[in-house]
């Protein structure tokens, strides 16, 4: 059986990258987060489509660990993307080339790559759900004069 | 979906049509925006947020282009009751309001209008729907009844109808307060209680001039260099503690009689004109961080930060935000200059960091 084959779970899914540091908002969560370092670079790779595989070799080329412990790290890491529906399952696959990763043969000491989650926006971002419509609906009211 | 526009359209044009009907035109970002609304109260609340922004009664063509390439937005205010002779309106209208929950994504976007130029979104609670056609330059902000606004829409009136034309027009909306001169300022970005509208009115009393405390816009005209620009003159407290430190405000505040969740909102433009400014360029985005320590200290902070306070918390309220929001705010943040700005608790040594800072910066 194949290995699975994800992506960013674009456009719910946002991003933009600084260096080290990659910022992703999850538009229909409201929760946003932060990753850095391997966690930054394996979440870019993913805007290619990918499997967790290639994504270690891919930071294999760049990060001084073998492809087994980057596997082994990115494990919990893609669990932890999946279930805050960061990325999501690529039914049919597009061809591409090689993943390509900037800094590759740097030998970059390797950090577990995490992810940190920011809820404290969620209210803001969506809906209120306190919507008050009488069970005769709209429009019924008898409003009084508007307050200025 | 141009029929929603059309049928819009039709409808301010029946309900507008009338004697007592008024318009406002504002100039916002320097794009001239016109407000048509036939009930006095609603031009009364939903303009005292922009009032700094007013410019001389419209002379131009009530739709297109106010000049060869400056586009003109014209928005039409109406309320649930002034009747929707056309059916399929009336129908849509009261479908949308007792079932939103089946029309509406989950920050408020009505897909299903969405396509060519037009976006939509609802906001239930004060059951709020705007329409803007980013084409034909129109925006149709329609309330279900005539309860009052929440604070917050008079406080940022519109904010989503405009944010999504003036995208459109080059000009980002940024959650961020904004002090600066006409020589230049600073943007202020962090989420609600860090000490953004604090730092902003602990300025008032300084050589720096109010553009922002909560949203206003960034833009490139030339391309090269960032500038600011006051969108709304509302300054927003959490309470009575945060009133305290600013006794000469205590006088003007807009809602004494405010429910427990309400923020303090005073429109500035009432008591401080001459200490508002429209735009100014952009020398340095602060992040600031309470401290709890007595002074206030600036030091450089990395670009991902900046980004961090700014971009989740701009995009939050902005029914049709996106990647092209985000990319955009990280454009700014690259551009740059990037510091925490760590707030002490004697407010009054904010405006004296943020002015060495500028000139240190135009050095």
Redesign the interface.
Known sequence: MPEICFRIN??SV???K??????A?N????V?H?L?GAAADAFQLLTEEATQTEVALALATKYAASVEVIQAALTPFFQQLRKEDLICQVDVRTARGPLQLAGGGSAVPLVAPTLEA?R??QS??????????GEE???S?A?????? | MKAIVDLFEEYAEQSLGVPEMEEKQFSIGGFPVRLRFARASWGAILTKALDHLRTEAPTAPTRGPAAPGRRQLTISILDGLQPQRNPLLRFYLKTLVDQWPDYTGPRGELLHLHGGSVVAFYHPGPDILSVVDLEADLGFFWKRDLSPLPYYEAGSPMRGLLHAWLRKQGLQFVHGGAVGTESGGVLLAGKAGSGKSTSVLACLDSGLKYASDDYCMVGAPDSMHWNVYSLYNTAKLVGESDLAKFNGLASQVWNPQRQPDEKVTIFLNDSLPHKLIPQFPLRAILVPVITGQPDTRIEPCGAGAALMAMGPSSLAQLPVSGSADLNSIAQVVRGSPCFRLKLGTDLWQIPGAICQLLTQLSQ
């Open positions: 674009s456009p946002i991003h933009e600084f260096d080290d540091e990659l910022v908002i538009l229909d969560t409201g946003y932060s850095s920011y404290d926006l803001l971002f969506l809906l209120d759900p306190v919507h008050e419509v609906g709209w429009p009211t409003p009084g004069p508007p307050e200025a």
